[in-house]
């Protein structure tokens, strides 16, 4: 079956730090892949997405590539802020069907400043 | 616009009674999905909606889960009789259009969910 592994956090860095949050996936065929982001007090959003082989998805100075030969899509940004603090999860789906995503365990990270 | 909206934010109920969730997708979407979050897990899909039918409700634990939805509105998940195990966060999400042959990902954007905890 489908499924996602992510990091374990909690994460703590210092500002300006770069943060890498990794995840694997398996899958069969060519699923898209996804990092979502909940904000404190707020619901789940869209970050970034790649749909194919190689595609890099970035937002808001984060980036993440879809690597199939490691079955990765690692998380990455080169200075965090403050206001990054968030709890992010890692997901796929599979374009046909009922496109239900499948979602890793969420890493919960704290910037200090 | 207004985003999915969930009721109510915060349940507690006793064991072994019944509670009723709400979520109101965005107006429009056709595509409905509800997903939980156990403490320390991520988030498990339970059920997806396409109109008011249910293609796709494998991931529904058990059978004292159910949910319906009224046309391309307001979706309720039913739980009965329920267990200390039911405890977590209640999403929903909707989506302009749901799955089947489609050849894009149809971004699905989800409301705040709601705690239910039972004692």
């Known amino acids: 079956g489908n499924s996602v592994t992510q990091m374990e956090g909690p994460v703590t860095l210092s500002e300006e730090a770069f943060l890498t949050i990794n995840c694997t996936y398996t899958?069969?065929?060519?699923?898209?892949l996804f990092w979502y982001v909940q904000y404190p007090g707020e619901g789940l959003q869209l970050l970034l997405k790649?749909?194919?082989?190689?595609d890099k998805g970035s937002n808001k100075g984060f980036e993440a590539t879809y690597r199939k030969e490691t079955t990765s899509f690692h998380l990455e940004k080169g200075s965090v802020q403050v206001s990054d603090s968030a709890v992010y999860f890692c997901?796929?789906?599979?374009?046909?069907?009922?496109?239900?995503?499948?979602f890793g365990q969420g890493t919960r990270l704290t910037i200090n400043p | 616009g207004a985003g999915v909206s969930q009721s109510p934010s915060n349940k507690v109920t006793e064991k072994g009674k019944d509670v009723e969730l709400r979520c109101d997708p965005i107006?429009?979407?056709?595509?409905l999905y509800w997903y939980r979050q156990r403490l320390g897990q991520g988030l498990e899909f339970l059920i997806y909606?396409?109109?008011?039918?249910?293609?796709?409700k494998s991931g529904l634990p058990s059978d004292r889960f159910s949910a319906e939805r009224t046309g391309e509105s307001v979706s309720t998940l039913t739980i009965q009789r329920t267990q200390q195990e039911d405890s977590a966060v209640y999403l929903c999400?909707?989506?302009?259009?749901?799955?089947?042959?489609?050849?894009?990902?149809?971004?699905?954007?989800f409301g705040p969910g709601t705690r239910l905890t039972v004692l």
């Open positions: 107006s429009g979407h056709t595509a």
């Open positions: 899958a069969t065929g060519y699923p898209s």
């Open positions: 999400a909707s989506s302009p259009r749901g799955g089947g042959q489609q050849s894009s990902y149809n971004e699905q954007f």
């Open positions: 790649a749909t194919k082989a190689d």
């Open positions: 909606f396409q109109g008011n039918s249910a293609p796709d």
């Open positions: 997901a796929l789906i599979r374009i046909q069907g009922a496109q239900k995503l499948v």
